[in-house]
């Protein structure tokens, strides 16, 4: 434990998907012609551009882990640790493993790499990728839906994650008296900062607060569940995307190994990690486990909520990054919709959160997530990430990795070294 851990940096793919203006679906004009990246290419252009970034031999390299959810479903491959040491001859017969928790798989894989620093390594790569547009919505709800207890939950809607979080938002929204357009401004932020992020999913795609605060054809709610539908549209989901993210955790040695300063990569000051029963639902109303994690995160970085200068947190949708503020200590409950409508969390705001879009304007390939959010805070915090770069330069930062019904929760705090 006593081992310093830093993100030396790395890369972020597109996220692309359907919205997307090169995204390869049936209607695009390009269909037959050629095809959407796959998960080979994704995470092979991810671990190049990473190494190019950092001016880093892959050689280096003593440990790397790869953040997959489902890709036996989406694609029919599992074995990705494998599929990590085909991308580069570098990092054949390295020691290369496959790290899934759902939505968090991302996150959990940062928390391997840590141990692996911590217990002696002094280069790790974390990648994560995910390919999911190759089934239709409700074949792809059926296979995201094992982030659940399927036995339990799957019947609850054909897509049961969204029904899972309309029920939230209906226990939120009943408790604390929260309107359809306090949690609309949540995508309306997401969007807007989606469009100053050329590597956004959603970058071509404007939503003003009329739009996602009322249901209409383009918006509609979907879901079949009669109780919950009210409280869903699509513009309160995260994007079903595809794209892959790699980065660099590096010891002290590590950063000399690589020929670079401290001043070049950020230092993990705390992780939380926390895991709660698949087969027990606790409070609608609050993310237990995310608390608990942030709670752990804080405690070892001898920091409080008031510290962080900027964040990436899980907002799978809506909902959930009105739950994160909360969970994470930035609002007390039932006040999160408040840091939205005062503009606290805008990229120019005293804390600005999801500045890149979020999983719901960025995009949401579940396994890359959790480690693009790290990517995101890196770039933020050494000044990369062009016309959404917030105005001051952070010193520190959160990540909050959460996977299924708030189930497996990853948080992170980071300290720029600039």
Same mark, same amino acid.
């Given at each position: 434990?006593?081992? *310093?851990?830093?993100?030396?940096?790395? !890369?972020?793919?597109?996220?692309?998907?359907?919205?997307?203006?090169?995204?390869?679906?049936?209607?695009h004009?390009?269909?037959?012609?050629? &095809?959407?990246?796959?998960?080979?290419?994704?995470?092979?252009?991810?671990?190049?551009?990473?190494?190019?970034?950092?001016?880093?031999?892959?050689?280096?390299?003593?440990?790397?882990?790869? !953040?997959?959810?489902?890709?036996?479903?989406? #694609?029919?491959?599992?074995?990705?640790? !494998?599929? %990590?040491?085909?991308?580069?001859?570098?990092?054949?017969?390295?020691?290369?493993? *496959?790290?899934?928790?759902?939505?968090?798989?991302?996150?959990?894989?940062?928390?391997?790499?840590?141990?692996?620093?911590?217990?002696?390594?002094?280069?790790?790569?974390?990648?994560?990728?995910?390919?999911?547009? =190759?089934?239709?919505?409700? =074949?792809? @709800?059926?296979?995201?839906?094992?982030?659940?207890?399927?036995?339990?939950?799957?019947? #609850?809607?054909?897509?049961?994650?969204?029904?899972?979080?309309?029920?939230?938002? $209906?226990?939120y *929204?009943?408790?604390?008296?929260?309107? &359809?357009?306090?949690?609309?401004?949540?995508?309306?932020?997401a969007?807007?900062?989606?469009?100053?992020?050329?590597?956004?999913?959603?970058?071509?795609?404007?939503?003003?607060?009329?739009?996602?605060?009322?249901?209409?054809? $383009?918006?509609?709610?979907?879901?079949s569940?009669?109780?919950?539908?009210?409280?869903?549209?699509?513009? +309160?989901?995260?994007?079903?995307? +595809?794209?892959?993210?790699?980065?660099?955790?590096v010891? &002290?040695? @590590?950063?000399?190994?690589?020929?670079?300063?401290?001043? +070049?990569? #950020?230092?993990? %000051?705390?992780?939380?990690?926390?895991?709660?029963?698949?087969?027990?639902?606790?409070? %609608?109303?609050?993310?237990?486990?995310?608390? =608990?994690?942030?709670?752990?995160?804080?405690?070892?970085?001898?920091?409080?909520?008031?510290?962080? +200068?900027?964040?990436?947190?899980?907002?799978?949708?809506?909902?959930?990054?009105?739950?994160?503020?909360?969970?994470?200590?930035?609002?007390?409950?039932?006040?999160?919709?408040?840091?939205?409508?005062?503009?606290?969390? &805008? #990229?120019?705001?005293?804390?600005?959160?999801?500045?890149?879009?979020?999983?719901?304007?960025?995009?949401?390939?579940?396994?890359?997530?959790?480690?693009k959010?790290? %990517?995101?805070?890196?770039?933020?915090?050494?000044?990369?990430?062009?016309?959404?770069?917030?105005?001051?330069?952070?010193?520190v930062?959160?990540?909050?990795?959460?996977?299924g019904?708030?189930?497996?929760?990853?948080?992170?705090?980071? *300290?720029?070294?600039?």
């Open positions: 434990m006593s081992r *310093r851990v830093f993100v030396a940096g790395g !890369a972020i793919t597109p996220f692309l998907g359907k919205g997307h203006p090169d995204f390869i679906w049936k209607r004009p390009d269909f037959g012609q050629r &095809e959407n990246p796959t998960l080979r290419e994704l995470l092979t252009s991810a671990v190049t551009q990473a190494a190019e970034n950092v001016d880093a031999d892959l050689a280096l390299v003593d440990k790397a882990y790869v !953040a997959n959810f489902v890709g036996e479903l989406f #694609i029919n491959q599992g074995h990705l640790g !494998a599929a %990590l040491a085909g991308v580069h001859p570098a990092l054949a017969l390295k020691p290369t493993m *496959r790290v899934e928790g759902a939505c968090a798989s991302g996150g959990l894989a940062m928390a391997c790499g840590v141990d692996a620093i911590r217990a002696g390594s002094d280069v790790v790569l974390v990648t994560g990728v995910e390919v999911q547009t =190759t089934a239709s919505a409700r =074949t792809g @709800g059926d296979y995201l839906a094992r982030a659940a207890d399927y036995e339990r939950q799957r019947s #609850i809607d054909d897509f049961t994650f969204p029904a899972l979080f309309a029920r939230r938002t $209906k226990a *929204r009943e408790a604390f008296g929260v309107t &359809e357009e306090d949690i609309g401004r949540a995508a309306v932020k969007y807007a900062n989606a469009n100053k992020n050329p590597l956004a999913h959603m970058h071509a795609r404007k939503v003003d607060l009329a739009f996602a605060a009322a249901v209409n054809d $383009k918006n509609p709610n979907f879901l569940h009669e109780e919950y539908s009210p409280f869903l549209k699509v513009t +309160d989901c995260s994007q079903v995307s +595809d794209g892959a993210a790699a980065m660099f955790l010891s &002290e040695e @590590g950063l000399a190994k690589m020929g670079l300063k401290p001043s +070049d990569a #950020i230092e993990l %000051l705390g992780l939380g990690h926390a895991t709660d029963s698949l087969y027990v639902d606790r409070d %609608l109303r609050e993310m237990t486990t995310t608390r =608990t994690a942030a709670e752990q995160a804080y405690a070892q970085a001898g920091l409080v909520a008031k510290d962080v +200068d900027v964040a990436e947190v899980h907002d799978c949708f809506t909902v959930t990054e009105l739950l994160m503020y909360e969970a994470l200590g930035f609002a007390e409950p039932g006040k999160g919709s408040e840091l939205l409508k005062e503009g606290v969390t &805008e #990229i120019d705001g005293a804390l600005p959160v999801n500045t890149g879009g979020g999983l719901v304007g960025f995009g949401h390939p579940v396994g890359a997530t959790g480690v959010q790290v %990517l995101e805070l890196h770039r933020q915090m050494k000044g990369q990430c062009g016309e959404y770069q917030v105005p001051a330069t952070p010193s930062g959160m990540t909050a990795n959460m996977g019904d708030d189930k497996t929760a990853v948080v992170g705090l980071f *300290r720029n070294l600039a």
